[in-house]
């Protein structure tokens, strides 16, 4: 009889560096109101049920809807949209939402920006009295998966160029009409999901007063004519699916429309109210990151001493604490002013460019610390470090934010 054999090191227990750590070094949270309190715990509630299961969904790349359905019963899904139909949570709940949840996992993260910031958010703001009627509570609670569909295959940054085309037909000779739309959708979350994607198109209906404006429409996702296909072999926020759509001469009611869009800039708002949320998510990453290179670099023995004794290694910690504290306050200032409805949307993207920027750095040097294990899915920094990258690039690249926050400080726009 052999025995099982056992590698020097293989009996030493895992490193413990998934816990929570106190990591709110000047105190930026510590006065919050105990309804927002009672809300974070509940998202801390929610990621210590679901998250344990994405690490593998990630894995093998496949988005496990019941954690979005969860989400909606945890009711965490509502992102301090201001609705009377919806449940109340500030600005500051909102922003800790988001960033529990993405601390937990970026595909979690990433479902609450499509579900809530961006989906549920275009229908509390534009939709009509009937439409918000038949669709908020079910979006809120996640029975319904929705989709925001306003980048192209040709047109990301400059999506303002959108190509999609919304048609009136009139078919007997009246009034009455249909909407036709052709266009096709790239990157879409949820969009393939079943439930129903709201369509940002530009109206082509020449002599008509909203001709050439943009529009947004609810499209059920079984319509005849879409099509939304999975994208493959993504290598950032995997345990959630986007798609590529095509509409193909979609036809859909006259209702179908969302009357209080008219232009562009109503897609816009809906962006710059999301932007906050990336910021938010970011600073959930990068806390992830820094706990585990602090954990494990207490635990991990080299040298005959742990990595936190060496010189080095502490001031790359409070290098990782110095940006993290800066996202903290970054963070809790934005929910400040949105609270007292005084943000304007460039302090919004200022907050996005400086915290996406700064995870990157705080995750690779986690990743680094980490070694060899740095690379291990189980150790979960790998993961986080690629799910940055997804949000480095949605609601606005780092570039599109530079150039938003150039026009605002000089008054020159540097766009094209
Ligand atoms: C994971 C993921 C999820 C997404 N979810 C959604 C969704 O649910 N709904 C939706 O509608 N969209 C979604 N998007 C799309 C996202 O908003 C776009 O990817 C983003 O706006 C950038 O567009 P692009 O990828 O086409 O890049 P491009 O616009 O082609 O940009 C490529 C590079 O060029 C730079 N660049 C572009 N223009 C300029 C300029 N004028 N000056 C200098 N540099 C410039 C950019 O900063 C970037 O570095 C998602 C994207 C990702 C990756």
């Not at 909606?72 to 800790?96: F, K, N, Q, W």
């Not at 925001?148 to 009455?176: C, I, K, M, N």
């Not at 947004?216 to 999975?230: A, E, H, K, L, N």
């Amino acid at each position: 009889m052999t025995a099982d054999p056992v590698f020097p090191g293989e009996s030493v227990d895992r490193y413990d560096i998934r816990s929570r750590l106190d990591t709110d070094y000047y105190a930026v949270f510590a006065d919050i109101p105990d309804a927002d309190r009672a809300v974070w715990e509940r998202a801390r509630e929610y990621v210590d049920e679901v998250a344990p299961m994405m690490t593998a969904a990630w894995d093998r790349a496949e988005y496990p809807l019941q954690a979005a359905r969860r989400l909606g019963e945890y009711d965490l899904i509502v992102d301090g949209i201001e609705h009377p139909a919806l449940t109340r949570m500030s600005p500051l709940a909102a922003g800790l939402v988001n960033m529990e949840i993405s601390r937990g996992d970026g595909s979690l993260g990433t479902i609450v920006a499509v579900q809530g910031g961006l989906a549920l958010r275009t229908l509390a703001l534009f939709g009509s009295a009937q439409q918000q009627e038949r669709w908020l509570k079910p979006v809120a609670d996640a029975s319904v998966l929705a989709a925001f569909a306003l980048t192209e295959p040709d047109h990301g940054s400059d999506s303002v160029s959108l190509e999609t085309t919304a048609r009136r037909v009139r078919t007997d000779g009246s009034d009455a009409f249909e909407w036709v739309i052709r266009g096709s959708k790239k990157w879409i979350g949820n969009g393939a999901s079943g439930g129903i994607t709201l369509v940002w198109a530009r109206i082509d209906d020449e002599g008509a007063d909203d001709h050439d404006g943009v529009r947004c429409f609810i499209v059920p996702q079984d319509s005849p004519g879409y099509q939304g296909t999975v994208i493959e072999g993504k290598a950032s926020l995997r345990g959630i699916h986007q798609a590529h759509i095509r509409l193909d001469d979609v036809r859909l009611p006259a209702d179908a429309v969302l009357p209080g869009t008219r232009t562009f800039k109503d897609a816009s708002t809906v962006l710059y109210a999301t932007r906050s949320g990336v910021a938010w998510s970011a600073l959930g990453h990068a806390t992830a990151c820094y706990e585990a290179a602090l954990s494990y670099a207490m635990q991990r023995m080299q040298f005959g001493r742990p990595l936190a004794k060496f010189q080095m290694v502490q001031e790359r910690l409070t290098h990782m604490l110095e940006d993290l504290t800066a996202m903290q306050l970054y963070c809790r200032r934005l929910a400040d002013l949105e609270l007292a409805g005084a943000l304007r949307p460039t302090q919004a993207s200022l907050a996005k460019f400086h915290n996406t920027r700064a995870a990157r750095r705080i995750a690779a040097t986690a990743r680094d610390l980490l070694g060899g294990n740095g690379i291990l899915l189980e150790y979960g920094v790998i993961q986080h470090m690629a799910d940055i990258e997804a949000i480095h690039t949605y609601e606005g690249t780092e570039s599109v934010q530079a150039l938003l926050l150039g026009r605002d400080i000089t008054g020159m726009s540097a766009f094209v």
